[in-house]
Nanobody
Framework: QVQWVESGGGSAQAGGSLRLSCAAS????????MGWFRQGPGKERERGAV????????SYADSVKARFTISQDNAKRTLYLHMNNLKPEDTAMYYC?????????????????????WGQGTQVTVSS
């Protein structure tokens, strides 16, 4: 059973930065999708940034584009989300997730229901 464990959440002032990490116990397959999702109070879970394990450009939601950067370290089996210029509307529970298998084109449009492995979540709170 593949497990993903997030860390790095916390509180920040608007305009500040945080880095989230997600360590995997193993990779589900050779090619799969991985990404960061978030769920704000009273809102549905939404995709923030996704990456294909085989490479290629990541995909970002418009709400985080140019402020957040997703990256991976294969040697450490760790996924990162660098968040800059944080806004109060970024306040949410953040989850890392991965699919069992995937292809680049599918990773770019998969929603939360297509993801099979989820971390426990880490809270990010941004104050104005």
């Amino acid at each position: 059973q593949v497990q993903w464990v997030e860390s790095g959440g916390g509180s920040a002032q608007a305009g500040g930065s945080l880095r989230l990490s997600c360590a995997a116990s193993g990779y589900p397959s050779r090619t799969f999708c991985m990404g960061w999702f978030r769920q704000g109070p009273g809102k549905e879970r939404e995709r923030g940034a996704v990456l294909y394990s085989g490479g290629g450009s990541p995909s970002y939601a418009d709400s985080v584009k140019a402020r957040f950067t997703i990256s991976q370290d294969n040697a450490k089996r760790t996924l990162y989300l660098h968040m800059n210029n944080l806004k109060p509307e970024d306040t949410a529970m953040y989850y890392c997730a991965a699919t069992s298998t995937g292809a680049f084109t599918r990773c770019m449009y998969y929603g939360p229901t297509e993801y099979d492995y989820w971390g426990q979540g880490t809270q990010v709170t941004v104050s104005s």
